[in-house]
């Protein structure tokens, strides 16, 4: 029988440890960690992420601020604003809300934001050192939510297991392999580029699927038993009944692989929690680290 796997509680066990921990630093140090989020434009879907991303961390017990650009505001002003948030002690995490409007170059804009600041791990740094193993850097919290799941059901050792992943971006895919990697998985990285993908995906005992297309793998491409990690989150239009006119789905048929798979992700409710949880797990990382103090760990 399947197992959902149940993103919301795992978030919130992370939670509870974020808030006890941020008590305890207060109470240590004076420290209070602090999250800065810069959102450009009016993008419904990013306005919902990023008042998402703020309750977290006043659950926590952060400080959290939001600064709302205009849509049209210029990369010399983002940048400008980055490097002031660089420089404010009372902040340890930054982001940048993405996507950005056309006149802003995405990876100029991150790259300015400092190493020990990038709670999202998009900086090249931070790139680089989980590239190579070194994981005192900071790992993209989509990918870290995504891990911690897949260890809670199959451990920190996946030697002889055949690990596929759907989608190749700089956010997921990418730092997904190199998290994998370094369990003793075997990999394989797909795409819409992929030849043959669904015989790809049958190859899978762990599959992680973060392509951004609704339900694009279907239940009969999934291997009896494995466990599915669905990083989707796709709008698309509801039944006329329903009561709202659109719902969310994943990149997975979830109906029909829940009936193959062993342990899967629901959406939404599973990997979303996670990256929000993460994201939270790197600010408290980030002031740890300010505070000269060992930062907790989070498995």
């Not at 930054?94 to 790259?111: D, G, H, N, T």
């Not at 699927?209 to 793998?217: K, L, M, R």
């Not at 990083?231 to 509801?238: C, E, L, Q, S």
């Not at 797990?281 to 989070?298: D, M, Q, S």
Request: glycine fraction near 8%; charge should be negative; aromatic fraction near 4%.
């Amino acid at each position: 029988m399947v197992e959902v796997i149940n993103g919301k509680k795992l978030a919130e066990e992370i939670t509870g440890k974020i808030k006890a921990e941020t008590a305890r630093l207060l109470e240590t140090h004076g420290i209070r960690p602090g999250l800065a989020v810069i959102i450009i434009g009016d993008d419904p879907a990013s306005q919902i992420y990023v008042a998402s991303k703020n309750r977290e961390a006043e659950r926590c017990g952060f400080f959290s601020i939001t600064h709302q650009l205009e849509a049209n505001t210029c990369e010399d002003n983002l940048i400008h604003l980055i490097q002031e948030l660089n420089d404010d002690p009372f902040i340890h995490g930054i982001l940048v809300q993405l996507p950005l409007p056309k006149q802003i170059r995405a990876e100029s804009v991150i790259q300015v934001i400092s190493p020990n600041k990038d709670v999202d791990g998009f900086h090249y740094i931070n790139v680089g050192k989980l590239a190579t193993g070194t994981h005192d850097g900071f790992i993209p919290c989509t990918p870290a939510g995504g891990m911690m799941m897949i260890r809670r059901i199959h451990g920190d050792d996946l030697s002889g297991l055949d690990v596929v992943i759907v989608g190749r971006s700089n956010i997921v895919g990418k730092p997904m392999a190199n998290l994998l990697l370094a369990t003793n998985a075997t990999i394989t990285i797909a795409h819409s580029r992929t030849s043959e993908l669904p015989d790809v995906v049958r190859s899978a005992d762990i599959l992680v699927v973060a392509i951004g297309q609704p339900e694009i793998v279907k239940g009969d491409w999934i291997k009896p038993g494995a466990t599915v990690i669905d990083v989707g989150i796709n709008r698309v239009p509801a039944p006329k009944n329903s009561k709202n006119p659109i719902r969310l789905v994943g990149d997975v048929e979830f109906e029909m692989a829940s009936i193959v798979a062993k342990n899967i992700t629901p959406v939404p409710g599973g990997v979303g929690p996670m990256t929000i949880a993460m994201l939270m797990a790197n600010t408290l990382k980030a002031a740890c680290r300010f505070a000269g103090v060992t930062a907790p760990e989070f498995r």
